[in-house]
Nanobody, 121 residues
Framework: QLQASGGGLVQAGGSLRLSCTLS????????MGWFRQAPGKEREFVAA????????YYADSVRGRFTISRDNAKNTMYLQMESLKAEDTAVYYC????????????????WGQGTLVTVSS
């Protein structure tokens, strides 16, 4: 089971850190990703991280502002978000995948419930 947390209301230019904890499964065998879905839009890829070496991948829209990381000892993944913009407002979801295809939502088989990030301009 995945549990995402850390969302909230922040002003444009501010920061938030999201966390995602996996329970009931072996955390280190999965690559993990963050996706987001804004009202009226499709779910989109934000960032992903490989399972052992922790190599990060980012969507162009967040590269340089967001940082994904993981702590396998704590079964937790993080998304540090800086310089937030109004267009970052969305529900953020974390997910796990056994695949090496990290940017496609269809590659992920286990999803958390989502945490809402609202950026006011």
């Amino acid at each position: 089971q995945l549990q995402a947390s850390g969302g909230g209301l922040v002003q444009a230019g501010g920061s938030l850190r999201l966390s995602c904890t996996l329970s009931g499964r072996t955390f280190s065998i999965y690559a993990m990703g963050w996706f987001r879905q804004a009202p009226g839009k499709e779910r989109e890829f934000v960032a992903a991280i490989t399972r052992t070496r922790g190599f990060p991948y980012y969507a162009d829209s967040v590269r340089g502002r967001f940082t994904i990381s993981r702590d396998n000892a704590k079964n937790t993944m993080y998304l540090q978000m800086e310089s937030l913009k109004a267009e970052d407002t969305a529900v953020y979801y974390c997910a796990t995948t056994p695949s090496s295809t990290l940017s496609a939502p269809t590659a992920y088989d286990n999803w958390g419930q989502g945490t809402l990030v609202t950026v006011s301009s």
